[in-house]
């Protein structure tokens, strides 16, 4: 589904990513893990198109498609989803009216007509159930007010909403408590099959015990610098970055 | 970053899609302005003498002022020498229906989407439409008079109805007012006149379409809607005009009297040619618009949706003069390339318990300059003035500027007055959430800026709801990125 090869990614002049490789076929999920800095979002960042990083080197296939050639919203429209760390406050535009738009404009990318009222509502309905979110806050403006936690499960309502193909989920668990992590998990699971694929990004273990990822791969410095299952990931939590830092900080260099 | 806001400039460059000239035969007067050019625009008008004693009282008026110079807009002074003040399409004959309308002009309206026929079908509005300075074509006169309502052009009013014509032209906005109602008093061609009679609700929407054709013409149209006691009116207008590298002059005057009970509503979109990108051309458009509530309990509501002209320099007014009377102003300004606009309004309450609210939504794209400027003025006898007024701005891009000017003048202490403003810009972190979700800049630029001009739309009719919103839509193509 994705595959990232000899990614080498700049911003302002500054080499972040140093030449990432990575596979990730449907029905997986990966997890990214690193330490501060070391470039997790900035991988994120490229997948999903902001235009402020260089890529200066490397290819990435989407689905068959050289994915640095598409435009962001054309990555999203061909089944892309990228939840934010900080979800984007929009106000005057409700939420559901957001979602609206947004599942509509990727229909007609795939030549359908667009979701009347009656259809969509019942579908949003459906998905509603499915991530637990309020009701209320979809007749809001986008983000705005919500505490983190109800942005975060807006995001992944979104998610369910847009049944992305490969979903990268960035720093998800980043401000949420103990209950809201587990709500915002149950629901990534339940959007879980063996045609789609997650990436999830995180400093922490705490999300990965309920997602269960495939693969766990660390960033270090631009590079994975090291790749496993998810024993990797609570060697980790065992032994803290320092120990990645220690073994690989002067290779990477 | 940089690069975006580049994205961003590209996606407010749209194009003015009314900028074509209809090859129609005009009969204009000579350039200029005298005493001899109001002669003879009253003359062609075969006019009273009344009026035209009117009109050059107004230019002796006139000869005396200065151009304002308060507004927050810059412009070369303007040559009054340089303009023709009367231009109508020519015609054989007054005309009896729409069938006998030129047909080339009939195509203009039809390209704007204004097909006077078809509305007349389908919709159910009637329509007057002022070519450059003449009314061509009034619709459903006939429906109208039978509950006794007029509307008919302003021309036909000094003929027909000059008793109603005498008392109320400049009641309102007096020819002296300011020195573009003197200008428009004393050249004014022609426009909209409206009457509704006592405890008649008007049954359909009344509208006028207001089209700029001819080179180097100014246009000087003037509306009076009168409401008797308990009457009911919605009036709609529309504007537009062809591209042209000249700038053009627009200065109208619209007069609203509401009796007793009566209300009037008064909707607005403006779209005259707003010129290019790089500031050529386009409309100077100085308009004064003012209603008085004049009875108990009277309501007057201003809604406008200004997306064109060059210069826009409006305040559509309120003054409450009855007793628990209600003045309302919604305005959705929006400017883009080099487009500068001074609007707002002015609430002045004299009666006791009048109420007023402000809605004025302000946006800016491109190099734009986009100004509120309100006044409310609360009278000394004027118990239990009540004022809510709402001002935001939304700012496209980091090269425009938007400007709020709230004066207050409160001369009773029982009046209660709050004002809130704010002002957002649409971020490039918004634009990129929106792309990321598959909207891509220019619906989510769209989505954005309905979301926020949102309350004033609803105030809207809903068939120029839906034709303001598109307006707004493509006023804004290639203005973000």
Redesign the interface.
Known sequence: MLSIHNIHAAIEGKEILKGINLEVKAGEVHAIMGPNGSGKSTLASVLAGREEYEVTDGSITFLGKNMLELSPEDRAREGLFLAFQYPVEIPGVSTTNFIKTAVNEKRKYHGLEPLDAVAFLKLMKEKMQLVEIDKALLTRSVNEGFSGGEKKKNEIFQMAMLEPKLTILDETDSGLDIDALRIVASGVNKLRSSENAIIVITHYQRLLDYLQPDFVHVLYNGRIVKSGTKDLALTLEDQGYDYIKEAFGATAQ | ?K??IDVLEQAIGSEYKYGFVTNIETETVPKGLNEDIIRLISQKKNEPEWMLNWRLKAYAHWLKMEAPDWANIKYPPINFQDIIYYAAPKKKKALNSLDEVDPELLKTFEKLGISIAEQKRLTGVAVDVVMDSVSVATSFKQQLAEVGIIFCSMSEAIQNHPDLVQKYLGSVVPMTDNYFSALNSAVFSDGSFCYIPKGVRCPMELSTYFRINAENTGQFERTLIVAEEGAYVSYLEGCTAPKRDENQLHAAVVELVAHKDAEIKYSTVQNWYPGDANGEGGIYNFVTKRGICLGERSKISWSQVETGSAITWKYPSVILKGDYSVGEFYSVALTNHLQQADTGTKMIHIGKNTRSRIVSKGISAGKSQNSYRGLVKVAKNAINARNFSQCDSLLLGDKCGAHTFPYIEASHPSAIIEHEATT?KI?E??L??????????E?AVA??V???A?EVMNQLPMEFAVEAQKLLAISLEGSVG
């Open positions: 970053m690069e975006e957002s971020g972190d918004q990129f959430y929106c792309r990321q979700r598959g909207i891509d800049t619906a989505l954005i309905t979301g926020f949102k």
